[in-house]
Nanobody, 122 residues
Framework: QVQLVESGGGLVQPGGSLRLSCAASGSIFSAYAMGWYRQAPGKQRELVAVITSGGYTNYAGSVKGRFTISRDNAKNTVYLQMNSLKPEDTAVYYC????????????????WGQGTQVTVSS
């Protein structure tokens, strides 16, 4: 099995910064795309940013220029640096990973973290 453990959420004032981390552990053969989604109250879960194992990145338009996604392939860890935070960034942020396990190295499955709350408020 694969577990994703997130950290780094919290309360921050508008204009502030936070850094989220997500470590994937377990019987991992290879981690492919990793990324972050978020869900605000009353809204659907939406993509924030994704990064492939080769370093290709994609961002939601609302966070481009403010958020930066990165990863450490050796540690199966993905990061989200969030700058210039706005109240509308308030949401539960979920880590995502597309992973093949040792048991089935030819099959990829999606895994999710438990979510971490980010609140932007003065």
């Amino acid at each position: 099995q694969v577990q994703l453990v997130e950290s780094g959420g919290g309360l921050v004032q508008p204009g502030g910064s936070l850094r989220l981390s997500c470590a994937a552990s377990g019987s991992i053969f290879s981690a492919y795309a990793m990324g972050w989604y978020r869900q605000a109250p009353g809204k659907q879960r939406e993509l924030v940013a994704v990064i492939t194992s080769g370093g290709y990145t994609n961002y939601a338009g609302s966070v481009k220029g403010r958020f930066t996604i990165s990863r450490d392939n050796a540690k199966n860890t993905v990061y989200l640096q969030m700058n210039s935070l706005k109240p509308e960034d308030t949401a539960v942020y979920y880590c995502y990973a597309n992973v093949a396990t040792m048991a089935q190295p030819g099959i990829r499955n999606d895994y999710w973290g438990q979510g971490t709350q980010v609140t932007v408020s003065s």
